[in-house]
């Protein structure tokens, strides 16, 4: 559960959907949100590769956002969770 504080002072809470658990990544689906913030560029390519080198996954989705403010679409969210094990999310993505 995330609980956010509002700047008066009273709490608001937002459930979140039940997380599941991986006994490895390995031979599983990912996917990668990343907002393609420009600091980044040289780093998240990077990550991929290794990720994928270690974990082999049968199958990779990517959500490569068009800005660094935005949140990913709650459409788009919910399309690429349903074809994927696990997700790999980019700070501010």
């Known amino acids: 559960m995330i609980e956010l504080i509002s ?4 709490p608001r809470v937002e459930e979140q959907a039940q997380r ?9 689906r990912v ?4 907002n393609q913030y420009q600091a980044t560029r040289q780093f998240w390519p990077r ?4 990720l994928e080198d270690v974990a082999r ?12 403010w935005m949140p990913l679409e709650p459409a788009k969210f919910s399309a ?3 074809t ?10």
């Open 7 to 10: 700047p008066v002072g009273y």
């Open 84 to 93: 994927i094990d696990y997700l790999v999310v980019g700070v501010g993505a």
């Open 57 to 68: 996954p049968t199958a990779v989705e990517r959500a490569y956002k068009s800005n660094t």
């Open 47 to 50: 990550l991929e590769r290794a």
């Open 20 to 28: 599941r658990r991986l006994d490895t990544a390995v031979g599983r």
């Open 80 to 82: 690429l969770a349903g």
């Open 31 to 34: 996917g990668y949100i990343w």
